[in-house]
């Protein structure tokens, strides 16, 4: 290589690495910014409008199922109907935890309760269905940004009748609606 030439090379390349670098110094702020956006988004999309609790010792025992330590609950999204062994509802919770720590807390938790695991799905959500005495549970697991999760656990009355139904077996009550559940 020529002398010249040589030296208009060294000088394109230090201004190459050094508007690399302006180049990353403007838009690593950005990324880390839209990163912690993101996280917020979902965090707050779902819940923005409602009020996030502590789950109280009374809230626990009112629940009666375990649920993992520091999850908080949405106000807005949670419907307890009765409690201690007559809980049903839907509770939605907030987790600092990931999806994966979540779904094995309940899978332990649930059975040393007396549970019993019917069913695990898994999507990009996890599904997990349980059976105790006169009683189901579905809890719906989702990922969120960050090793953090939500649960949606949901706590019913089990009869014949609901289980036929969700598995379409025909009754052969002819005053049985075809819907598998009324509102009214």
């Not at 030439?5 to 839209?34: A, D, G, H, W």
């Not at 375990?66 to 939605?92: A, H, Q, W």
């Not at 269905?129 to 006169?134: I, L, Q, V």
Request: glycine residues 4%.
């Amino acid at each position: 290589m020529v002398q010249g030439q040589e030296s208009r090379y060294n000088k394109y390349m230090v201004f190459k690495n050094i508007s690399t670098k302006l180049l990353l110094l403007i838009v690593m702020p950005f990324c880390i910014t839209s990163c912690a956006t993101i996280n917020g988004l979902m965090a707050n999309n779902e819940e923005s409008s409602s009020e996030i609790k502590e789950i109280s010792l009374n809230k626990r025992l009112q629940i009666s199922i375990p649920i993992p330590e520091n999850s908080k609950y949405v106000t807005d999204k949670t419907i307890i109907f009765g409690e201690g062994s007559r809980f049903t509802g839907v509770l939605y919770l907030i987790h600092e935890i990931s999806a994966d720590e979540v779904v094995e807390f309940y899978r332990v938790n649930m059975r040393d309760a007396g549970w019993s695991e019917i069913a695990i799905v898994r999507s990009d959500f996890i599904l997990l269905n349980f059976d105790k005495e006169d009683k189901f549970a579905t809890i719906k697991v989702n990922r969120r940004v960050f090793d953090n999760s939500t649960s949606e656990v949901t706590i019913g009355p089990k009869s014949d009748t609901t289980i036929n139904r969700s598995i379409n077996i025909d009754n052969q009550e002819s005053n049985v609606s075809e819907e598998p559940f009324t509102i009214q």
